[in-house]
């Protein structure tokens, strides 16, 4: 049985699925819907997370794409409107994203029961490297993306509300507790207290009342090395936009800082130097306010701290191959340096 093509907003349904459709099913859906020639049986993305939507390679004469199906929900629908939109805009300012293969009929997904799929081009590449040169291609890329979407209309959301801008008390506590079951020491109270303050310090502010200080506008929302796809030293891709549209500039650079320049290393000098060249590189398409940058390495470990904490019951109780009291010490000189950083910026006017 074929798929439809989407063009009505009525036939989002109430009912969300929870049995993905077969490979074969796809092969079909691309089949009567995509002008790509012969397909082959796709295959899952390998060393990709599949828990909210699935996502398959397909390999055509017309060349390789990668499918994700989604829960056929208006949301959903709305979401992807504007993603594609997004990725349309992105291209034509000369930004690695994929292009959205368009149906026989010009539409960029098609819906079958109740769940939806999209096609796009499939871009080669691995998880980026972190070099000098690569950290100031992942900068410029972050403040191009920022400054060319200016303007552009997104669905409405809050944009001071957002991932990590929330102190994660009550997460930190329970990460804590699991490192003092390992093993409970002086030590390990003196980490705990030296983040503790850390994260006291970050909620003041980072106070919803101060948020509206910061400045706002269409963000990536999941900027990490797993969605920057490299070849060598080259950035060959910009990839998922699930969590993009409106939001707070602060949220993208702050991820970029976590994940790229602070989460590997507690050498002091490795962690301005790497975050040194990503913002220098930033700044030369956009300028931080300075209550931007007094508030900037406070929303930096607030998401740092929230990650780890959350990672670890999911993991396994290990993260990145380090344990909970490992992390404790770790973050206990990441947040120093970091409250050392944001000190510094806030007297520096």
């Known amino acids: 049985m074929a798929a439809a093509v989407f063009d009505s907003r009525e036939n989002g ?17 691309v089949r009567d819907n995509y002008d790509v020639g012969e397909i082959q049986t796709p295959y899952p993305l390998e060393n990709a997370h599949q828990r909210r939507h699935r996502k398959m390679v397909v390999e055509t004469d017309a060349g390789k794409f990668l499918a994700k199906t989604y829960p056929n929900t208006p949301v959903t629908m709305d979401s992807l409107y504007f993603q594609h939109n997004l990725a349309g805009h992105l291209k034509s300012h000369g930004m690695p994203v994929p292009c959205i293969k368009q149906t026989r009929d010009g539409h960029t997904f098609v819906y079958f029961d109740d769940w939806l799929l999209e096609l796009q081009g499939f871009i080669e590449g691995g998880m980026m490297p972190i070099t000098e040169k690569a950290l100031y291609i992942a900068g410029d890329a972050l403040g191009k993306f920022h400054h060319v979407c200016r303007g552009l209309p997104a669905p409405l959301r809050d944009a001071r509300k957002w991932r990590f801008s929330e102190v994660p008390s009550k997460t930190f506590d329970e990460f804590y507790a699991l490192a003092v079951k390992q093993r409970e020491d002086e ?3 003196v980490h705990h207290d030296n983040i503790q303050k850390f994260l006291q310090d970050a909620n003041e502010v980072l106070d919803i009342g101060r948020r509206y200080t910061f400045e706002t506008g269409i963000i990536h929302g999941d900027w990490h090395s797993g969605n920057l796809l490299f070849e060598g030293e080259k950035l060959n891709g910009i990839i998922d936009l699930e969590f993009a549209g409106d939001g707070c500039y602060l949220e993208d650079i702050a991820y970029a800082i976590s994940n790229l320049c602070i989460r590997t290393t507690t050498k002091t000098g490795k962690m301005a130097f790497r975050t040194g060249i990503l913002l220098d590189s930033y ?14 390495f406070y929303a930096v470990g607030v998401k740092h701290v929230a990650t780890v904490c959350y990672q670890t019951p999911q993991l396994g109780g290990c993260v990145a191959g ?3 009291r490992q992390w404790m010490t770790m973050l206990d000189y990441q947040t120093r340096w970091l409250a050392a950083k944001a000190r510094k910026n806030r007297w520096e006017k």
Request: hydrophobic share 35%; net charge negative; glycine share 6%.
């Open 13 to 29: 349904g109430n009912h969300v699925s929870t049995q993905l459709p077969g490979m074969d099913i796809i092969a079909d859906v």
């Open 187 to 189: 030590r390990l109270h």
């Open 283 to 296: 700044e030369e398409y956009r300028v931080l306010s300075y209550p931007e940058r007094v508030a900037l």
């Open 322 to 324: 380090y344990t909970p």
